[in-house]
């Protein structure tokens, strides 16, 4: 399968300080994939390494299968990214749109791609005329998203789009990009802490922690200190006395979590030596990336959240409100890297 996007062995320090690590990362063309993760975890390093405006410490980026450089002629035309904080010139917003188009000597019918991205982002070509000061937070935010838009390009990569923008401006970036994505096969790459916008929309979504790729969602943390109660076997107490069991930790004080496909829920009584917590359904939700329904589920001072299939969900008793016993097995939970 031919990628737009590769990443190979990068890593990627500030100050000598270790930020990001990925051996392998590969876009499809066309598609769209959330990054999430903590405040911390890379989510924006990641973003400007793939966008090629930052250079990554080592390793090799590869766009459309050819190795690739930060702001290269092959590729500063055909991918954008918009920063969290996005910068307006001091200028008309027709000016603003304008800029990138002029600069790529795109200059044809010019009021025409800049009322048809006003409009994209959904607002009246009359903002054209408006000034850059004159606009409201989430207005300056879909300028600036009209802007590179404008470009039509092949990759648009977006850094937490709606994290400080009012709600009718979250609902119109959202449409804006997808219509990008159908209408002209714009790549779309989203860092988001909005877990249900990228469930959504999203074809996978890549979690992050510490620099590194997980291998599954970074749901279920288990946060320590552990005690150890036997050989490689260590425990730590929830507020309601139960005990969570867990396999050796790198550290006493490290982080771990269990993948919500790692859970089973049932309201039978358990076998001998299986490991299991009670608990109370506080919601059942429905995710289109995944095959069955999530439930979440209060255990003493813990939350978890389970991914179980439709058939087992059809035959149980899966209520908000009821009793239900976590199943886990302790040599399936992933430690954290540190």
Not at 34 to 41: E, F, I, K, Q
Not at 87 to 116: C, H, M, P, W
Request: with cysteine; charged share 20%.
């Amino acid at each position: 399968m031919k990628y737009i996007l590769q990443l190979k062995k990068v890593a990627h320090s500030y100050n000598g300080r270790p930020v990001l690590s990925i051996p392998e990362l590969n876009i499809a063309p066309v598609s769209i994939t959330g990054l999430a993760g903590p405040n911390g975890s890379g989510k924006s390093t990641l973003l400007k390494i793939l966008s090629l405006t930052e250079r990554c410490s080592s390793g090799d980026i590869y766009f459309d299968g050819v190795k690739s450089v930060p702001l290269s002629k092959q590729v500063r035309h055909r991918i954008t990214m918009l920063p969290q904080e996005p910068y307006l010139l001091k200028r008309s917003v027709f000016d603003n749109i304008a800029y990138g188009l002029k600069i790529r000597n795109a200059q044809t019918n010019l009021a025409v791609s800049v009322n048809e991205a006003l409009k994209l982002v959904g607002l009246h070509t009359s903002f054209a005329a408006r000034q850059w000061h004159e606009l409201s937070g989430g207005e300056a935010q879909r300028i600036a998203l009209a802007a590179r838009l404008a470009l039509k390009p092949d990759c648009l990569l977006l850094d937490e789009p709606t994290a400080s923008v009012d709600m009718e401006s979250a609902r119109s970036i959202r449409k804006a990009v997808l219509l990008a994505q159908k209408e002209w096969g714009t790549t779309l790459i989203i860092a988001s802490h909005h877990r249900s916008w990228l469930n959504d929309i999203c074809d996978r979504i890549i979690y992050l922690y510490n620099g590194r790729i997980l291998e599954c969602s970074f749901e279920n943390v288990l946060l320590g200190p552990w005690e150890k109660t036997g050989e490689e076997q260590y425990c730590t107490t929830l507020s309601d006395d139960q005990v969570l069991y867990v396999s050796s930790p790198p550290h006493p004080e490290s982080a771990a979590i269990i993948s919500p496909e790692a859970l089973d829920l049932s309201s039978r009584e358990p076998m001998q030596n299986e490991r299991f917590l009670r608990g109370v359904i506080t919601g059942i939700f429905f995710d289109k990336l995944l095959a069955g329904p999530r439930i979440h589920i209060v255990c003493g001072d813990h939350r978890f959240i389970a991914s179980i299939d439709e058939k087992v969900f059809a035959t149980e008793s899966f209520r908000p409100g009821n009793k239900v016993r976590v199943l886990y097995r302790p040599e399936e939970i992933t430690w954290l890297p540190q």
